[in-house]
């Protein structure tokens, strides 16, 4: 199992970001993924979620600006990050979750840097 993570970058306050994250090894119709993000002497925390069916889920720090998406037919997900904070520097993950087997996969991380 692999999930491979990229778009990360440093950008200006204010300015938009898109992530991507494909899985590969993965066999399965009904997969969560999601995106998680941990900022310096900060705990991992959720970003956003979808489910096999599109239902997706945010963190109140960033329903309004962020927008996950989902190709199921790639394995792939999308974190469109509009209207970036400062706040928001941070190393993002993706995680996919497996219900048939009950196990989480994690991608390595990519760093987004928000900074003037």
């Known amino acids: 199992v692999q999930l491979q993570a990229s778009g990360g970058g440093l950008v200006q306050p204010g300015g938009s970001l898109t992530l991507s994250c494909a899985a590969s090894g993965i066999i399965s119709r009904i997969m969560i993924m999601a995106w998680y993000r941990q900022a310096p002497g900060k705990q991992r925390e959720l970003v956003a979620g979808?489910?096999?069916?599109?239902?997706?889920n945010y963190a109140g720090s960033v329903k309004g600006r962020f927008t996950i998406s989902r190709a199921n037919v790639k394995n792939t997900i999308y974190l469109q990050m509009n209207s970036l904070k400062p706040e928001d520097t941070a190393v993002y993950y993706c995680?996919?979750?497996?219900?048939?087997?009950?196990?989480?996969?994690w991608g390595k991380g990519t760093q987004v840097t928000v900074s003037s």
């Open positions: 979808i489910t096999s069916d599109g239902v997706t």
């Open positions: 995680k996919v979750y497996v219900p048939a087997v009950d196990m989480d996969y």
